[in-house]
């Protein structure tokens, strides 16, 4: 919200790019603040849709780093 996105609109663009469930509900600890859960680590997902769609600074998303290493597929 700070960024002007619609967590309504981010949840709904999720569900469909990851095919997983989305929620939006209040941020814990914050007033008038919503947030978006995803099902499962979506990680790769929302950075692509944070720093390539949305063009935000990477200097302001955290938890990158925590995105599953592509492995070799048995």
Same mark, same amino acid.
């Given at each position: 919200?700070?960024?002007?996105?619609?967590?309504?609109?981010?949840?709904? !663009?999720?569900? %469909?790019?990851?095919?997983?469930? +989305? +929620?939006? +509900?209040?941020?814990?600890?914050?007033?008038?603040?919503? %947030?978006?859960? !995803? &099902?499962?680590? &979506?990680?790769?997902?929302? *950075?692509?849709? =944070?720093?390539? #769609?949305? &063009?935000?600074?990477?200097?302001? !998303?955290?938890? =990158? #780093?925590?995105?599953? /290493?592509? *492995? /070799?597929? /048995?």
């Amino acid at each position: 919200e700070a960024y002007g996105l619609d967590p309504y609109s981010v949840a709904a !663009i999720l569900q %469909q790019r990851c095919q997983a469930s +989305t +929620t939006v +509900t209040s941020a814990p600890g914050a007033k008038d603040s919503l %947030q978006v859960q !995803i &099902q499962g680590n &979506q990680v790769h997902h929302l *950075g692509w849709l =944070l720093l390539e #769609e949305y &063009q935000l600074p990477r200097k302001h !998303i955290q938890g =990158l #780093e925590k995105a599953p /290493k592509p *492995g /070799k597929k /048995k």
